[in-house]
C-alpha cells in the first residue's frame, strides 16, 4: 500500500499526554488525602468519576497508536521506518493502561491488577526511552528531552503498583468491617506538671484508652502510616512530573513540526 499523505499529529499525543498526566495527578493527591483522613465513601465516588475522563483519553491515545503503528508511511530505505515501534508502543502501552484502569474504576474492581499491568508496561516504556537516548546517531533531534518524557511516565506507571495496593488494603479492610490504619494518641498541647505529680506517676505505661480518659488534651485518632504516605506519593509526584516534562517536550518540539510541515523528523 502506498502512502502518499503525512498527517503529522504530534502535537495532539503530546497534548493526551499532557492531559493524562494532570488528571491522574490531581487524582493521585485527592486519593492520597482520601486515605489519610479516612473517607472510604469519598474515595470510591473518586474514583469512579476518574474513570470517564481516564476512559476518553485512553480511547483516544488506543487508536492514535494503533493508527500509527499501522500506517506510519516511511520505508526502511527512508531510515526512517522504526519510528513506528520507537514513538506508538509506548504509546499503546499507555493507552492499554489508561483503559484497563477506566474499566476497573468504573464497575469498582481490584486496581492492583491495573498496578501490575502498569508496572510492566512503565518498566518497557523506560527501556524505549533509554534505548532511544543511547542510540547510534540519535533516534531524535531531542534525545535527552525525549528520554526525559519516557523516564517520567515510565517510573509513574511503575509506582503505580504500590499505590494501587494500598488502595485495594484500605478499601478491603473497609469491605471486611476492620479499620485498615492504627490506632494512635495525639496531644493537642503541653501540659505542664510539678515535679511531685511526675513523681507519683505509676511506672507501667497506660494503655491508650487510660491515657485519654487521664487526659483531656489527648486524642485518639487513626492514622495513615507515614511510610504508606510516602509511598503512595511518589506516584503523584512522578506523574506530575511526567506532565512536565511532555509541557516541556511539546514546546521544543512543536514549533520545528509546524515550520517544517511533514519533513519534519521528530
Known sequence: M????FYDDLGLIEVLLLLVATVLAY???R????LRSHQPDSLRRMLKSTAIPVGVVGIITLSLSLWGEMT?????SDGMAGYNIFFFDPLMLCGLVLMAYAVSAYLNLRLQYVGIFALVAGAAVVFYGWTGYTASPAFTKDPLD???LYAGFGM???LAFPATVIVDWYLSAIDAGRHPWKLASTTSAPRQRGMGVRAAQPVVPPTSAAVAEADPLTELKYRMPKVLQAVFLLFPVFIALAGIAAFWYFGVTLPGHLGGGAGAAP
Open 156 to 158: 509513574a506507571g511503575v
Open 146 to 148: 525525549t528520554l526525559l
Open 72 to 76: 506510519w508511511p516511511f520505508l526502511p
Open 2 to 5: 502506498a502512502f502518499t499523505t
Open 27 to 29: 487524582a493521585g493527591v
Open 31 to 34: 486519593v492520597w488525602w482520601a
